[in-house]
């Protein structure tokens, strides 16, 4: 990866919606060789995809859930089984897997105490092998995610 390919890689995270153009005008690159070194980066695995991000709080999804699950057992085949029913669950956004005291971080977003309440119940308590679950409310966010260092 050179320079062009960082600026590009940068330029696609904080706006995946410019044109060729656009983003060729920014890196200093020819329409042509912009769009060939994008498909290359594609290809290469580095981009995954594209995709809007949404504004929860305009959804009505004002509360941001942090969930730390236990697992009664740390075999393969408990492991593999929840994390086989977490991606059944749309209610659940992210799932890692994780060191030290909990075995798994979730995040989950809701409207407000009652809809999490639906989720616990409908959701996280349906979740196999699960031996505690320990939650946490985000009061607000300080820093959004908009993409990568990309060194």
Same mark, same amino acid.
């Given at each position: 990866?050179?320079?062009?390919?960082?600026?590009?890689?940068?330029?696609?995270?904080?706006?995946?919606?410019?044109?060729?153009?656009?983003?060729?005008? @920014?890196?200093?690159? &020819?329409?042509? *060789?912009?769009? +060939?070194?994008? %498909? /290359?980066?594609?290809?290469?695995?580095? !981009? $995954?995809?594209?995709?809007?991000?949404?504004?929860?709080?305009?959804?009505?999804?004002?509360?941001?859930?942090?969930?730390?699950?236990? @697992?009664?057992?740390? &075999?393969?085949? *408990?492991?593999? +089984?929840?994390? %086989? /029913?977490?991606?059944?669950?749309?209610? !659940? $956004?992210?799932?890692?897997?994780?060191?030290?005291?909990?075995?798994?971080?979730?995040?989950?977003?809701?409207?407000?105490?009652?809809?999490?309440?639906?989720?616990?119940?409908?959701?996280?308590? +349906?979740?196999?092998?699960?031996?505690?679950?320990?939650?946490?409310?985000?009061?607000?966010?300080?820093?959004?995610?908009?993409?990568?260092?990309?060194?």
């Amino acid at each position: 990866m050179d320079r062009a390919d960082r600026a590009l890689l940068e330029a696609l995270q904080a706006d995946s919606s410019r044109s060729i153009a656009e983003l060729a005008a @920014l890196v200093n690159l &020819s329409s042509s *060789a912009c769009h +060939r070194r994008i %498909r /290359a980066l594609e290809e290469q695995g580095l !981009i $995954l995809g594209y995709a809007a991000r949404v504004d929860a709080r305009r959804l009505g999804l004002s509360m941001e859930v942090f969930v730390e699950i236990t @697992l009664t057992s740390q &075999s393969r085949e *408990a492991m593999e +089984r929840f994390e %086989r /029913a977490v991606g059944d669950f749309d209610d !659940i $956004l992210e799932c890692h897997l994780m060191s030290g005291a909990a075995d798994y971080q979730l995040r989950v977003a809701a409207s407000d105490l009652d809809h999490y309440d639906r989720i616990h119940r409908d959701c996280l308590a +349906r979740l196999p092998g699960v031996s505690s679950m320990r939650t946490s409310f985000a009061l607000r966010r300080i820093k959004r995610f908009e993409g990568y260092s990309v060194p």
